[in-house]
């Protein structure tokens, strides 16, 4: 896993800016109930997004990261509603939010257990009939039909722990229970071949070691494709959200 600490300072710039952060908490707010006052925002990175939900007229927005790169940035754009913790543990009361999110958090997970236990854990900082709203299937939004795609096929992946079906099963363990799902592009995220071997060579692609012969012969595949600074389509992401009984 990438060092999220180091990635800080680059982490905005390679992952499309505002112009994502405003589709991504535009999502999220069409996910949530009426009357929604608190949110918790897990894994809240930098605060891009974390600033853009903070904006909404009467919601008030608590950051959480583990990453002292990460938090710092986020508590510049938030001031004093960022703090850090750790999303398996997180440092809350039972019952103290209305809403939580998890954007781009259970892929990074090492398994399902990791990543039920951060589900569960927002599941117990809800009130009941409160709302859970995550991404799921992330490295699978970066599938878009292109060249790249192709050149990349056939590399080993794994059973992703943020596939759609497993997280709602983690949901399902903690009572929730699904209330919709969202899309949204992630503005400036199209590959260029380039770029897929910058990310290769840093490890982006977990199941291939950067420095192996295997990411040397997918790095030369990549170098033979055509507009090598072109970037092909921009990902769509998927939400999910789940709702915790009233009762």
Not at 31 to 50: K, M, Q, R, S, Y
Not at 146 to 156: E, N, T, V, W, Y
Request: aromatic content about 6%; charged content about 25%.
């Amino acid at each position: 896993m990438l060092d999220y600490g180091k990635e800080a300072v680059r982490y905005d710039a390679s992952r499309g800016g505002e112009p994502r952060a405003v589709a991504a908490a535009d999502a999220v707010l069409s996910l949530l109930p009426p009357g929604t006052g608190t949110l918790l925002d897990v894994a809240c990175g930098t605060g891009l997004v974390t600033r853009r939900l903070a904006a909404e007229p009467g919601l008030r927005v608590v950051g959480v990261d583990a990453a002292y790169g990460m938090a710092r940035m986020a508590a510049d754009r938030v001031p004093g509603a960022v703090v850090l913790g750790d999303s398996r543990r997180l440092p809350f009361r039972d019952g103290a939010f209305d809403a939580a999110t998890a954007v781009w958090l259970l892929h990074l997970l090492s398994d399902p257990d990791e990543a039920a236990a951060v589900v569960g854990e927002c599941a117990r900082v809800l009130r009941p009939g409160g709302v859970l709203v995550t991404t799921v299937d992330k490295a699978a939004s970066h599938n878009v039909g292109s060249d790249i795609d192709a050149a990349l096929a056939g590399r080993p992946v794994r059973s992703p722990v943020d596939g759609a079906a497993r997280v709602g099963q983690y949901a399902a363990a903690y009572g929730l229970t699904r209330a919709g799902g969202a899309r949204f592009r992630g503005h400036g995220q199209g590959r260029s071949p380039r770029s897929t071997v910058e990310d290769l060579r840093r490890g982006w692609f977990t199941s291939v070691p950067p420095d192996s012969a295997l990411a040397d012969r997918f790095a030369r595949r990549l170098a033979e494709l055509p507009d090598q600074e072109v970037r092909r389509p921009d990902p769509e992401f998927a939400l999910q959200a789940f709702r915790k009984p009233l009762s």
